[in-house]
Protein backbone atom coordinates (compact mmCIF):
# COMPACT_ATOMS: atom_id res chain seq x y z
CA UNK A 1 0.00 0.00 0.00
CA UNK A 2 0.91 3.56 -0.68
CA UNK A 3 3.34 4.87 2.42
CA UNK A 4 3.08 8.29 4.65
CA UNK A 5 5.97 9.14 6.38
CA UNK A 6 6.18 10.98 9.10
CA UNK A 7 9.65 12.99 10.61
CA UNK A 8 10.71 13.07 13.47
CA UNK A 9 8.97 10.07 15.03
CA UNK A 10 9.75 11.79 18.78
CA UNK A 11 11.40 15.21 19.76
CA UNK A 12 11.63 16.71 22.88
CA UNK A 13 12.13 20.00 23.14
CA UNK A 14 12.38 23.18 26.01
CA UNK A 15 9.09 25.33 26.64
CA UNK A 16 9.30 28.24 24.45
CA UNK A 17 11.10 26.57 21.41
CA UNK A 18 9.06 25.87 18.16
CA UNK A 19 9.24 22.21 16.89
CA UNK A 20 8.10 21.05 12.84
CA UNK A 21 6.98 18.06 12.08
CA UNK A 22 7.07 16.61 8.66
CA UNK A 23 4.44 14.58 6.45
CA UNK A 24 5.19 13.52 3.41
CA UNK A 25 3.51 10.96 0.95
CA UNK A 26 6.07 9.18 -0.50
CA UNK A 27 4.77 7.43 -3.37
CA UNK A 28 1.51 8.77 -4.51
CA UNK A 29 0.29 12.41 -4.85
CA UNK A 30 -1.96 13.74 -1.86
CA UNK A 31 -4.18 16.76 -2.76
CA UNK A 32 -5.42 16.74 0.90
CA UNK A 33 -3.86 16.24 4.21
CA UNK A 34 -5.04 16.22 7.82
CA UNK A 35 -3.50 16.41 11.41
CA UNK A 36 -4.11 15.00 14.15
CA UNK A 37 -3.79 14.85 18.07
CA UNK A 38 -3.86 11.93 19.87
CA UNK A 39 -4.55 12.67 23.81
CA UNK A 40 -3.98 8.80 25.64
CA UNK A 41 -6.62 6.73 25.56
CA UNK A 42 -8.50 8.87 23.33
CA UNK A 43 -9.57 8.64 19.80
CA UNK A 44 -7.94 10.82 17.28
CA UNK A 45 -8.95 14.65 17.30
CA UNK A 46 -8.80 16.06 14.28
CA UNK A 47 -7.00 19.75 13.63
CA UNK A 48 -6.50 20.29 10.68
CA UNK A 49 -7.02 19.73 7.19
CA UNK A 50 -5.19 21.09 4.31
CA UNK A 51 -5.35 21.19 0.53
CA UNK A 52 -1.38 22.08 -1.62
CA UNK A 53 -1.34 25.71 -2.02
CA UNK A 54 -4.07 26.95 -0.24
CA UNK A 55 -4.62 27.82 3.31
CA UNK A 56 -5.18 25.12 5.75
CA UNK A 57 -8.50 24.73 7.43
CA UNK A 58 -8.42 24.46 11.22
CA UNK A 59 -11.18 22.68 13.34
CA UNK A 60 -12.68 24.57 16.18
CA UNK A 61 -10.66 25.26 18.81
CA UNK A 62 -7.37 24.69 17.33
CA UNK A 63 -5.59 27.87 17.71
CA UNK A 64 -3.96 28.88 13.66
CA UNK A 65 -1.25 30.83 15.15
CA UNK A 66 -0.33 28.34 17.36
CA UNK A 67 -0.04 24.77 14.92
CA UNK A 68 0.94 26.02 11.38
CA UNK A 69 0.40 24.04 8.88
CA UNK A 70 2.26 24.48 5.00
CA UNK A 71 1.28 22.56 2.24
CA UNK A 72 4.29 23.36 0.11
CA UNK A 73 3.37 20.97 -2.35
CA UNK A 74 1.40 17.50 -3.26
CA UNK A 75 3.63 15.02 -1.33
CA UNK A 76 4.99 17.19 1.61
CA UNK A 77 2.83 18.72 4.64
CA UNK A 78 4.27 20.17 7.89
CA UNK A 79 3.02 21.18 11.30
CA UNK A 80 4.73 23.57 13.61
CA UNK A 81 4.57 23.85 17.03
CA UNK A 82 5.15 27.41 17.85
CA UNK A 83 6.20 28.49 21.07
CA UNK A 84 5.69 25.08 22.39
CA UNK A 85 4.67 24.79 26.26
CA UNK A 86 4.06 21.51 28.21
CA UNK A 87 0.52 21.18 27.15
CA UNK A 88 1.20 20.44 23.67
CA UNK A 89 3.22 17.85 24.70
CA UNK A 90 0.99 14.67 22.80
CA UNK A 91 1.31 12.94 19.70
CA UNK A 92 0.96 13.97 16.72
CA UNK A 93 -0.16 12.01 13.23
CA UNK A 94 -0.23 13.01 9.80
CA UNK A 95 -2.63 11.52 7.31
CA UNK A 96 -2.44 11.95 3.54
CA UNK A 97 -5.67 11.29 0.62
CA UNK A 98 -4.70 9.09 -2.13
CA UNK A 99 -5.60 11.69 -5.24
CA UNK A 100 -8.69 10.51 -6.75
CA UNK A 101 -10.23 7.56 -4.57
CA UNK A 102 -10.22 9.85 -1.20
CA UNK A 103 -8.57 6.45 0.58
CA UNK A 104 -6.37 8.12 3.40
CA UNK A 105 -3.60 6.49 4.44
CA UNK A 106 -1.29 7.51 7.89
CA UNK A 107 2.00 8.90 9.43
CA UNK A 108 3.41 6.50 11.49
CA UNK A 109 3.25 9.95 14.01
CA UNK A 110 5.01 12.18 16.12
CA UNK A 111 5.56 11.93 19.73
CA UNK A 112 5.96 15.29 21.27
CA UNK A 113 7.29 16.41 24.44
CA UNK A 114 7.55 19.52 25.74
CA UNK A 115 10.03 20.01 29.15
CA UNK B 1 -25.41 12.31 19.36
CA UNK B 2 -21.80 11.70 18.10
CA UNK B 3 -21.75 11.32 14.55
CA UNK B 4 -19.78 7.98 15.06
CA UNK B 5 -20.72 5.62 18.27
CA UNK B 6 -18.27 2.58 18.56
CA UNK B 7 -18.04 0.56 21.75
CA UNK B 8 -14.42 1.76 23.41
CA UNK B 9 -14.16 -1.71 24.90
CA UNK B 10 -12.15 -3.38 26.55
CA UNK B 11 -12.97 -6.51 24.32
CA UNK B 12 -10.87 -9.56 25.47
CA UNK B 13 -11.00 -13.06 23.52
CA UNK B 14 -9.39 -16.28 23.83
CA UNK B 15 -6.93 -17.11 20.90
CA UNK B 16 -9.06 -18.53 17.99
CA UNK B 17 -12.19 -16.72 18.50
CA UNK B 18 -14.22 -14.93 15.93
CA UNK B 19 -14.21 -10.60 16.95
CA UNK B 20 -16.70 -8.85 15.74
CA UNK B 21 -16.39 -4.87 16.29
CA UNK B 22 -18.99 -2.25 15.47
CA UNK B 23 -19.67 1.18 14.64
CA UNK B 24 -22.75 2.75 13.97
CA UNK B 25 -23.26 6.28 12.70
CA UNK B 26 -26.14 9.20 12.08
CA UNK B 27 -25.12 10.60 8.77
CA UNK B 28 -26.19 8.83 6.12
CA UNK B 29 -24.10 11.02 4.04
CA UNK B 30 -21.17 8.58 4.78
CA UNK B 31 -19.98 7.10 1.49
CA UNK B 32 -16.66 5.45 2.20
CA UNK B 33 -15.73 2.99 5.40
CA UNK B 34 -12.75 2.15 6.55
CA UNK B 35 -11.47 0.35 9.49
CA UNK B 36 -7.85 1.18 10.96
CA UNK B 37 -5.39 -0.68 13.24
CA UNK B 38 -3.48 1.13 15.74
CA UNK B 39 -0.83 -0.36 17.82
CA UNK B 40 0.49 1.54 21.04
CA UNK B 41 2.77 3.79 20.58
CA UNK B 42 1.84 3.74 16.85
CA UNK B 43 -0.25 5.63 13.88
CA UNK B 44 -3.24 3.59 13.08
CA UNK B 45 -2.67 1.24 9.76
CA UNK B 46 -5.25 0.98 7.51
CA UNK B 47 -6.90 -2.59 7.48
CA UNK B 48 -9.98 -2.24 5.28
CA UNK B 49 -11.63 -0.09 2.76
CA UNK B 50 -15.10 -0.11 1.50
CA UNK B 51 -17.69 1.97 -0.40
CA UNK B 52 -21.22 1.82 -0.31
CA UNK B 53 -22.80 -0.86 1.14
CA UNK B 54 -21.58 -4.80 0.99
CA UNK B 55 -18.98 -7.00 2.27
CA UNK B 56 -14.83 -7.21 1.78
CA UNK B 57 -12.45 -9.90 2.97
CA UNK B 58 -9.06 -9.69 3.12
CA UNK B 59 -7.21 -13.03 4.46
CA UNK B 60 -9.22 -13.01 8.63
CA UNK B 61 -10.59 -10.08 8.47
CA UNK B 62 -14.30 -9.13 6.78
CA UNK B 63 -15.80 -5.47 6.54
CA UNK B 64 -19.39 -5.63 6.66
CA UNK B 65 -21.39 -2.16 5.32
CA UNK B 66 -25.12 -1.74 6.43
CA UNK B 67 -26.67 1.34 5.29
CA UNK B 68 -29.89 0.63 5.74
CA UNK B 69 -29.33 0.43 9.02
CA UNK B 70 -25.94 2.96 9.56
CA UNK B 71 -24.07 0.28 10.59
CA UNK B 72 -20.81 -1.17 9.73
CA UNK B 73 -18.80 -4.38 11.10
CA UNK B 74 -15.19 -5.73 10.89
CA UNK B 75 -14.99 -9.76 12.16
CA UNK B 76 -11.39 -11.31 12.22
CA UNK B 77 -11.42 -14.74 12.28
CA UNK B 78 -9.19 -16.97 14.05
CA UNK B 79 -8.17 -14.21 16.40
CA UNK B 80 -4.14 -14.14 16.80
CA UNK B 81 -2.42 -12.18 19.83
CA UNK B 82 -0.80 -10.22 17.57
CA UNK B 83 -3.96 -8.77 16.14
CA UNK B 84 -4.45 -7.15 19.85
CA UNK B 85 -4.79 -3.70 19.60
CA UNK B 86 -7.10 -0.70 18.75
CA UNK B 87 -9.34 -1.17 16.26
CA UNK B 88 -10.80 2.69 15.09
CA UNK B 89 -13.68 2.87 12.60
CA UNK B 90 -14.07 5.57 10.01
CA UNK B 91 -15.94 7.28 7.48
CA UNK B 92 -15.87 10.21 4.98
CA UNK B 93 -18.56 12.05 2.80
CA UNK B 94 -18.63 11.51 -0.87
CA UNK B 95 -17.32 14.55 -2.84
CA UNK B 96 -15.39 15.51 -0.14
CA UNK B 97 -12.71 14.41 2.99
CA UNK B 98 -14.53 15.49 5.52
CA UNK B 99 -13.32 12.18 8.08
CA UNK B 100 -15.10 11.28 11.59
CA UNK B 101 -13.76 8.57 13.50
CA UNK B 102 -15.42 6.10 16.12
CA UNK B 103 -13.83 6.17 19.35
CA UNK B 104 -11.78 2.94 18.80
CA UNK B 105 -11.92 -0.63 20.35
CA UNK B 106 -9.46 -1.98 22.34
CA UNK B 107 -8.63 -5.99 21.55
CA UNK B 108 -6.82 -8.24 23.53
CA UNK B 109 -6.64 -11.39 22.35
CA UNK B 110 -5.01 -13.99 24.81
CA UNK B 111 -3.23 -17.17 24.19
Known amino acids: GAVVSQHPSWVICKSGTSVKIECRSLDFQATTMFWYRQFPKQSLMLMATSNEGSKATYEQGVEKDKFLINHASLTLSTLTVTSAHPEDSSFYIC???????????FGEGSRLTVL | QKEVEQDPGPLSVPEGAIVSLNCTYSNSAFQYFMWYRQYSRKGPELLMYTYSSGNKEDGRFTAQVDKSSKYISLFIRDSQPSDSATYLCAMILNNNNDMRFGAGTRLTVKP
Open chain 1, 95 to 105: SASYRGTGELF
